[in-house]
Nanobody, 124 residues
Framework: QVQLVESGGGLVQAGGSLRLSCAAS????????MGWFRQAPGKEREFVAQ????????YYADSVKGRFTISRDNAKNTMYLQMNSLKPEDTAVYYC?????????????????WGQGTQVTVSS
């Protein structure tokens, strides 16, 4: 089992920045990739970004390309999401996820483990 704990959410004005963290513990040696998803009120959860743990390959949703950067610190078993130029439409609960196997980076079904989520609110 892998446990994931997110932190770093909060309230920020449009154009501002936040950095989310996701600390992983437990059976982390088997982790293939970790990612971020988000869910806005009344909407389905959607893919944001993913990093392949060992090699660092990254994937992004088109809506966040050029504004968000995903990274990881293997020694600390921690993943980050640096969010710049935030927009009100980025307001959502952000979830950290991890998976043990290759597969679609963009599909929730590919991920074995989920955090509880952290709220990000961007005011206009």
């Amino acid at each position: 089992q892998v446990q994931l704990v997110e932190s770093g959410g909060g309230l920020v004005q449009a154009g501002g920045s936040l950095r989310l963290s996701c600390a992983a513990s437990g059976r982390t040696f088997s982790t293939y990739a970790m990612g971020w998803f988000r869910q806005a009120p009344g909407k389905e959860r959607e893919f944001v970004a993913q990093v392949v743990w060992r090699v660092g390959t990254t994937y992004y949703a088109d809506s966040v390309k050029g504004r968000f950067t995903i990274s990881r610190d293997n020694a600390k078993n921690t993943m980050y999401l640096q969010m710049n130029s935030l927009k009100p439409e980025d307001t959502a609960v952000y979830y950290c996820a991890a998976r043990d196997y290759s597969g679609s980076a963009y599909s929730e079904a590919s991920y074995n483990y989920w955090g509880q989520g952290t709220q990000v609110t961007v005011s206009s």
